[in-house]
């Protein structure tokens, strides 16, 4: 019998009993939709953008009959209704009528595409915007946070499963239409919207008609994703938002297939073309100990960064702590954020970020020029501030980001 490491025990640990052998892909138990509801509330409901009808039975990502069968079989359950194709995110689901897309949160009814959380909001609050964290971005600034239920990626270790991975009728919700969303921010003094908590993909539609109502009331809007959306759909999102933070997996296909149910390619479309926008961008990597903390997987990731998205992106590498089906695994120790740090500023990103860690000397911002720290950071509070007019107040270094 040859003998395992102890990388090799972890991961199978965290993944026992979670990880589909089949086809290699995990499966989640929630991407195994049922006939919808009629119990959702018609307020909650607007037509969907970026869908197409079909008449052919082809891949039916929603459809499981009375038997539950892989996403990766083809659909041999008879339906009145035609079929709609999701073209929002890569996934692309197939829906039969009647049915709901992976998400949970498309439902086709009829040959028509419906969003069943169009204001449906189950989560606000006001939160500085280091938390998400945007840290090149109006530092010190209070965003108004709202989420909708749903997500078009599970991974095993999310901190907001109880909103991510439920369908919308098990989440208590309040409806805030978009006016009411920015009249929010504006009462409580926030120069920013911020679509977060759960996937803001999902959630397209309402925000979307949030964010250009927001931007017409000099209101900001930033979004917190995953990134896993289709390339027309975020170019549209793109001219209607000031900054994009995306939670980079890792940079690893098996990582999203096997702890995320997704893959890879998608989401390093998303940043470049983000880039190419001109939006304001962030990355932040949750390193998880024995999946996507390899010092030399972390080395690729961040070579690709430099070359494809250039040196200037904020990178933040914070810590994993037990999570949703993820408890087996311990926290991630502060050595191997350092270390990650410590690679991707030898790999010429000038901002790299330890995360999740309050008050680590890596949770501050230095002039990539004189090395002098510019910002100081305890937890999510800005107590130090040394940039004049965008350059830093020593060297007068122009500092990559938003200021004012």
Partial sequence: MSRITRRQFLTGLACSGLCALGGGALISALSQEKPASAAVPRRFT????????????????SCHGTVQQSRTQYC??????GY?????????????DGH???CGVRENRGGVLYTLVYGRVCAEHADPIEKKPLYHFLPGSMAFSIATPGCNLHCLYCQNWQISQRRPEEVQSNNIPPAQAVAYAQRYECPLIAYTYSEPTIFYEYMLDTARLARAQNVRSVVISAGYINPAPLRELCRAVDAVKIDFKGFSQDFYERICDGSLQPVLDTMKLIRQQGVHLEIVTLVVPTLNDDPEEIRAM???????LGPDVPA????FHPLFKLTALPPTPVETLEQARAIALEEGIHYAYVGNVPGHPGDNTYCHHCSEMIIRRLGFTVVENHLVGGKCE????PIPGVWK
Avoid: M
Wanted: charged share 25%.
């Fill in 316 to 319: 933040h590498f914070s810590r």
């Fill in 76 to 81: 041999h359950v008879p339906h009145a209704g």
């Fill in 84 to 96: 709609v194709k999701c073209q929002l995110c890569p996934k692309g689901c197939l829906i039969a």
């Fill in 394 to 397: 020593y060297c007068g270094q």
């Fill in 100 to 102: 709901r897309g992976d």
């Fill in 302 to 308: 961040c070579r690709w960064i430099v070359d494809e």
């Fill in 46 to 61: 607007r037509e969907a953008l970026y869908y197409s009808t079909s008449d052919e039975k082809l891949h039916c990502e």
